[in-house]
C-alpha cells in the first residue's frame, strides 16, 4: 500500500535532544540533532522522556508514491525503512538498550530511516539497529550496514498473512 514513511528532519534543539552542543539550526557545519533523537531519549538520561511517535512533524518528510494523504510523492516504489520511534516502541526499549528476543533482532545490523544528527564537521549520523539488537546512532552514511526494507500491506492482504508475528513463527504472506 501507498502510506507515509516518515523521515523526520525536524530539528527541535537542544533542550529537547539533551545535547548541549545542538544549536537546532539544521544547516550547514552547525551541529543539529533530529526530533527522533530527543524522543529516544538518545542524550537524556531521563527514561520518562522516552515518548516514540508515529506522526511526522513536517510535511516534506512525509515520503509516499502519489501525493494523497498529505504524501511528498517522492518515492518511486512503496517501499520505506522502520523508523528509530517504531524500533523503540517494537521492543528495544530506549536508546542502547540491548535486546535479542524481539522480532527486530537479526545479529547483525541495519540502518533506520531517522536521522540521528549533523557534526560539526559535517558527518551525517542515522540511527540503526545493532548487530545487539539496540537503537544506536554512531553510523555515519558511509558505514557499511545493512537494509531491511518495510511495505505496508493493503487490506485485502490481510487474509493471506499467516504466522503469529512471533520470532519462531513470524508473519508471512500465503499467495
Same mark, same amino acid.
Given at each position: 500500500?501507498?502510506?507515509?514513511?516518515?523521515?523526520?528532519?525536524?530539528?527541535?534543539?537542544?533542550?529537547?535532544? #539533551?545535547?548541549?552542543?545542538?544549536?537546532?539550526?539544521?544547516?550547514?557545519?552547525?551541529?543539529?540533532?533530529?526530533?527522533? &533523537?530527543?524522543?529516544?531519549?538518545?542524550?537524556?538520561?531521563?527514561?520518562?522522556?522516552?515518548?516514540?511517535?508515529?506522526?511526522?512533524?513536517?510535511?516534506?518528510?512525509?515520503? &509516499?508514491?502519489?501525493? =494523497?494523504?498529505?504524501?511528498?510523492?517522492?518515492?518511486?516504489?512503496?517501499?520505506?525503512?522502520?523508523?528509530?520511534?517504531?524500533?523503540?516502541?517494537? #521492543?528495544?526499549?530506549?536508546?542502547?538498550?540491548?535486546?535479542?528476543?524481539?522480532?527486530?533482532?537479526?545479529? #547483525?545490523?541495519?540502518?533506520?530511516?531517522?536521522?540521528?544528527? =549533523?557534526?560539526?564537521? #559535517?558527518?551525517?549520523?542515522?540511527?540503526?539497529?545493532?548487530?545487539?539488537?539496540?537503537?544506536?546512532?554512531?553510523?555515519?552514511?558511509?558505514?557499511?550496514?545493512?537494509?531491511?526494507?518495510?511495505?505496508?500491506?493493503?487490506?485485502?492482504?490481510?487474509?493471506?498473512?499467516?504466522?503469529?508475528?512471533?520470532?519462531?513463527?513470524?508473519?508471512?504472506?500465503?499467495?
Amino acid at each position: 500500500a501507498d502510506s507515509i514513511f516518515c523521515n523526520d528532519r525536524s530539528t527541535p534543539g537542544s533542550s529537547a535532544t #539533551g545535547n548541549s552542543s545542538d544549536t537546532g539550526l539544521g544547516y550547514g557545519n552547525s551541529y543539529t540533532a533530529h526530533g527522533a &533523537t530527543a524522543r529516544t531519549n538518545a542524550w537524556n538520561t531521563d527514561a520518562s522522556k522516552v515518548q516514540p511517535r508515529f506522526t511526522c512533524p513536517q510535511d516534506n518528510d512525509k515520503f &509516499t508514491v502519489e501525493e =494523497m494523504y498529505d504524501g511528498n510523492g517522492k518515492l518511486t516504489y512503496p517501499v520505506g525503512l522502520i523508523t528509530a520511534d517504531e524500533i523503540v516502541a517494537a #521492543g528495544s526499549g530506549k536508546y542502547l538498550t540491548s535486546n535479542s528476543s524481539y522480532y527486530l533482532y537479526r545479529g #547483525g545490523g541495519y540502518w533506520s530511516f531517522s536521522p540521528n544528527r =549533523m557534526d560539526s564537521n #559535517g558527518n551525517a549520523y542515522v540511527f540503526i539497529i545493532s548487530s545487539r539488537g539496540h537503537l544506536d546512532a554512531y553510523r555515519t552514511v558511509d558505514n557499511n550496514v545493512s537494509f531491511a526494507p518495510v511495505i505496508n500491506l493493503k487490506v485485502e492482504y490481510l487474509d493471506k498473512l499467516q504466522g503469529d508475528g512471533t520470532i519462531n513463527n513470524p508473519y508471512f504472506l500465503q499467495v
